[in-house]
């Protein structure tokens, strides 16, 4: 299988740049390479990840000053030619706020900071980032955020659920969906979420630091293998 | 020119750190709170620009940066002028 180029933006605050430059260089062996949020040079990657952290502290909306970043642009250019983004937690409130994904993050329904093992339910298996997993298939993998707690207008959820826009949802160990797996309050427990054209993945769970055993699950890989064999 | 903008959660959405602040003002006896909602405060200076331009520059620069105009409204007044 021919080698695919990832980059990883870093933005001033990022804190999972080198955990998904790691999950992708070393556990996936994929060529990956990091993107200065300041330069205008998407180095002819094949896939864009924004990774996890604080980007400029979460200064006054989390995600919201580092879509205002030059390199921003590029991306969205990128997004809107077809090719590949993937955000993960903060990286997911960027794309909210850039305007690639429709919502928006209010903090947790219970104003707690949640770093916890969480299980998701996959919803849709059709896409580039899941179409390794199944349908209904759970995965364990770890969330780490104060602002998950997703919400759009009513008009915007149906559009979404239409569209089968979910991809993951919070759910219990079975698969169940309830409020008590909902942590952090999602509207219709969206853990994952994708654009309508499917070439743009949301999800607040950190796939990176669950690519290995030794970090208590690999359930993350099958987003990056996805991604991997769908370029291929 | 100085201008206090006022951005706040929009009615429709859920504000919990409103109703947490809420229930501590009832717990310390304020019965008579019947709701809080927060919100965020920007005071800017501007300069060499008249307040009809100011007029036109602050709901844009609000709609664009300062609120989310998916979940947050905002208001805004000239608290000086000139």
């Known amino acids: 299988m021919a080698k695919l180029k990832f980059g990883v933006v870093i933005f001033p605050g990022s804190n999972c740049d080198y955990d998904t430059y790691y999950a992708l260089q070393d ?8 993107l200065w949020h300041k330069e205008h040079d998407l180095k002819n990657v094949d896939c864009v990840v924004l990774p996890g952290g604080f980007s400029y502290g979460d200064y006054l909306r989390s995600g919201s000053i580092a879509a205002f970043s030059p390199l921003m642009q590029e991306v969205k250019e990128f997004a809107l030619k077809g090719g590949l983004v993937l955000g993960i937690c903060n990286g997911f409130q960027v794309l909210l706020e850039l305007g690639l994904l429709p919502g928006a993050m209010l903090r947790n329904k219970n104003l707690k900071f949640l770093c916890q093992f969480v299980h998701i339910r996959v919803e849709n298996d059709k896409t580039p980032f899941s179409h390794r997993a199944k349908r209904g298939q759970i995965l364990k993998i770890p969330i780490a955020h104060f602002d998950g707690n997703y919400f759009a207008p009513p008009e915007i959820i149906q559009e979404i659920k239409n569209n089968s826009q979910i991809v993951f949802r919070y759910s219990d160990a079975e698969g169940q969906i309830n409020e008590e797996a909902n942590v952090n309050g999602s509207s219709e427990s969206i853990a994952g979420l994708i654009n309508k054209a499917g070439n743009v993945m949301g999800m ?29 | 020119m100085k201008v206090r903008i006022l951005v706040s959660l929009k009615d429709s959405v859920l504000d919990p750190q409103g109703q947490t602040v809420k229930n501590a003002l009832r717990t310390l006896g304020y019965g008579s709170i019947k709701d809080v909602r927060q919100g965020k405060v920007f005071e800017i200076e501007l300069e060499g620009i008249s307040e009809k331009e100011a007029e036109k520059i602050i709901p844009e620069i609000s709609d664009k940066v300062l609120a989310n105009p998916i979940i947050e409204k905002f208001s805004w007044q000239i608290l000086e002028k000139g």
């Open chain 1, 204 to 232: 607040m769970p950190h796939p990176e630091r669950a690519s290995e055993v030794l970090l208590g699950s690999e359930d993350g890989r099958v987003i990056f293998e996805s991604i991997i064999t769908k370029l291929n």
């Open chain 1, 27 to 34: 556990v996936c062996k994929q060529e990956t390479t990091f």
